[in-house]
């Protein structure tokens, strides 16, 4: 099994890259692709755009505005509804509620308690 400190970092660098290095190097291409097609293929475009700084102040002016309406939509009527599927395909999930059910029911016995009790206090730890 791998050490956690290696599998820790590994995540972080997903994230560090996917999140925010890939996210500026894709938006930074973007701009040089949009860039070309507009400016250099219409000529209107070309003298109301007359360098390229021009026409990534604009789109920066134009985009971040829009990404934000659209992020906080998302967060407001997207982001519960995924966070509830997740946790209904989380197994942990099933689990804790199954035993909380037979602690109920008084199906579970005491060595299933403790071992349940064991796997919730080694989450807690970490």
Do not use: C
Request: glycine content about 6%; hydrophobic content about 50%.
């Amino acid at each position: 099994m791998l050490n956690f400190g290696f599998r820790r970092k590994w995540l972080d660098g997903r994230i560090g890259n996917s999140v925010y290095l890939m996210f500026g190097l894709t938006f930074l291409n973007f701009i040089l692709i949009s860039n070309r097609f507009f400016l250099e293929g219409d000529p209107l475009f070309a003298k109301t755009f007359s360098s390229l700084w021009i026409f990534g102040l604009v789109f920066l002016i134009a985009y971040i505005p829009t990404s934000i309406l659209i992020g906080y939509w998302h967060r407001k009527t997207q982001l519960k509804v995924e966070q509830n599927l997740k946790w209904l395909e989380t197994p942990l999930f099933a689990q804790i509620f199954r035993s909380l059910i037979d602690v109920e029911t008084g199906i579970a016995n005491k060595e299933e308690i403790e071992k349940f009790r064991k796997i919730l206090t080694d989450i807690e730890k970490k």
